[in-house]
């Protein structure tokens, strides 16, 4: 992954971590750039603002909500989810304690 790349992730991700735990109109684009280890220079490199950073953030979940193996897609395309409520519920937890694609730790296919 080229340097520039590494940059926008880790702001990315700082950006979901702070505006999930303080919100969004208590982070500042300091905040962010803080919390991804880049200067605020180079968020303003990348981002034109902090509506900018969200709006990528909204376009990350909704690829990643169109995957055919993201948790809640895999029950969903089994066909049996209406009578395994429970199975649709851990599929929802997963996602919630932080499932991403490609990641190892990703636990689908138990499902």
Known sequence: MLQVDRSR??????ALELFSHRGYGATSMRD???????????????????????????????????RPDFPINVVLERGDFLDDFA????AAQQVLAGWRPGKEENTVGAL
């Open 9 to 14: 992730t880790a702001i990315l991700d700082a």
């Open 32 to 66: 962010i750039a803080g919390k991804a280890g880049v200067s605020t220079g180079s968020v303003y490199h990348h981002f034109q603002d902090k509506e900018a950073i969200f709006l990528a953030l909204l376009e990350q979940f909704q690829a990643i909500t169109k």
């Open 87 to 90: 199975a649709l519920a851990d």
